[in-house]
Each structure stands twice: as structure tokens, then as C-alpha cells.
């Protein structure tokens, strides 16, 4: 069974930053395209980065485009979103995903994805 935790999120003021990181286990399964999320509340899950397994490709929503960076290490089995310039309509719960025996694209649509993190809250005070 395949699990993802995410880790990271609280509380900020408007312009600050935080960072958010996922693992998933079992370890062999870091190396899966993966994703991150964001949902507001009574909204729709919305896509807000991805990356390749290998890290070498990454793609961004344009609300994040030059805020966020999405990373990970495959050595510690972890994956990253540097999140800086942090915006009141940033605040949302943030879910990482990844895509069993996908490794050379990247995917933006929540159904391409086939495991789920618990979500962690990010609120971004202004």
C-alpha cells in the first residue's frame, strides 16, 4: 500500500514563505511523476505544480509561476515545494499526488494520479 505524507504547512503573513515536503512509502516509489494540489474551501481541487520522476521537468499553474518551485530529492526519497511571496488566496489545503509507473512527463489533471497525501493547511494571513 502505497502512502504519502505530507509535512510543511501553517500559518504566515502575506510575502512570506514556507516550504512543504512529501514522502512516499514504500521508498521504491519515489521515483513516480508526482504533484501538488491545492483546495479552498468551496472550491474545486485545483493543480498547482509537477515533476518528473527523475526531477529534471517540472510545470507550474501561471497563478504559482515564478513563486513556487516544486524539487525532490530521490536520495531521501522526498519531494518539495518552496512556496515564496505568499499570497492571502494562496490559503488552501495542499495535497501531494503521484502516478504509479509514470517517470518522463509530467501531469496536471488530479485524475492522472493514482495515490493521495492526508493534506496539510496552509493559511496566509494578510
Known amino acids: 500500500q502505497v502512502q504519502l505524507v505530507e509535512s510543511g504547512g501553517g500559518l504566515v503573513q502575506a510575502g512570506g514563505s514556507l516550504r512543504l515536503s512529501c514522502a512516499p512509502s514504500?521508498?521504491?516509489?519515489?521515483?513516480?511523476?508526482m504533484g501538488w494540489f491545492r483546495q479552498a474551501p468551496g472550491k474545486e481541487r485545483e493543480f498547482v505544480a509537477a515533476?518528473?520522476?527523475?526531477?529534471?521537468?517540472?510545470y507550474y499553474a501561471d497563478s504559482v509561476k515564478g513563486r513556487f518551485t516544486i524539487s525532490r530529492d530521490n536520495a531521501k526519497n522526498t519531494m518539495y515545494l518552496q512556496m515564496n511571496s505568499l499570497k492571502p488566496e494562496d490559503t488552501a489545503v495542499y495535497y501531494c499526488?503521484?502516478?504509479?509507473?509514470?517517470?518522463?512527463?509530467?501531469?496536471?489533471?488530479?485524475?492522472?494520479?493514482?495515490?493521495w497525501g492526508q493534506g496539510t493547511q496552509v493559511t496566509v494571513s494578510s
Open positions: 499526488a503521484a502516478k504509479s509507473g509514470a517517470y518522463y512527463r509530467t501531469y496536471v489533471r488530479a485524475t492522472d494520479y493514482d495515490y
Open positions: 514504500p521508498r521504491a516509489f519515489g521515483s513516480a511523476a
Open positions: 515533476i518528473t520522476g527523475s526531477g529534471s521537468g517540472t
